[in-house]
């Protein structure tokens, strides 16, 4: 499977080959010569609760409830402290496939994933428009920062 990938330079297009750790190759962009990391080129994840996006980095990060003694990565704010302050841990990572992202639950209280109640230590993939519900909180994964 190739992804189509765009210089934040000079907006070229280049097409390169999915692979596992594709993320950490460097690339040179044939057009403005350009070298950085695959990682500046590959649109990364959000997670989107309300008209918020939350950017997802690749690798392990935290996500959780926002709080002054911190804990998590990504940090969202949650009134009724129903979410943890360090709920589940999501992967962004490339695979042959294209980009995959996982939810590993940890919080207190439980996650719906499409109405299903995820158990402690689940792992699950998520797609793009998935809907994970933390008590009144609504999050989707979206397929680009601020998309």
Not at 48 to 60: D, M, N, S, T
Not at 68 to 88: E, L, N
Not at 133 to 141: C, F, P, R, S, T
Request: hydrophobic content about 35%; some cysteine; proline content about 6%.
């Amino acid at each position: 499977m190739n992804i189509f990938l765009k210089c934040p330079h000079c907006d070229h297009e280049i097409m390169v080959a999915s692979a596992t750790g594709l993320e950490t190759k460097m690339a040179e962009c044939p057009k403005c010569k350009t070298k950085m990391p695959l990682a500046e080129f590959i649109p990364k994840c959000s997670l989107k609760v309300g008209e918020r996006c939350y950017q997802l980095r690749f690798g392990p990060q935290w996500v959780g409830r926002q709080c002054s003694t911190g804990g998590a990565d990504v940090q969202i704010p949650d009134p009724s402290a129903y979410m943890s302050r360090r709920h589940a841990l999501v992967h962004l990572a490339c695979a042959p496939s294209g980009i995959v992202c996982t939810f590993e639950e940890h919080g207190k209280n439980p996650t719906q994933l499409q109405g299903i109640e995820l158990v402690n230590d689940d792992i699950i993939y998520l797609n793009v428009n998935d809907c994970l519900k933390l008590g009144d909180i609504k999050m989707y994964l979206a397929a680009a920062y601020g998309t």
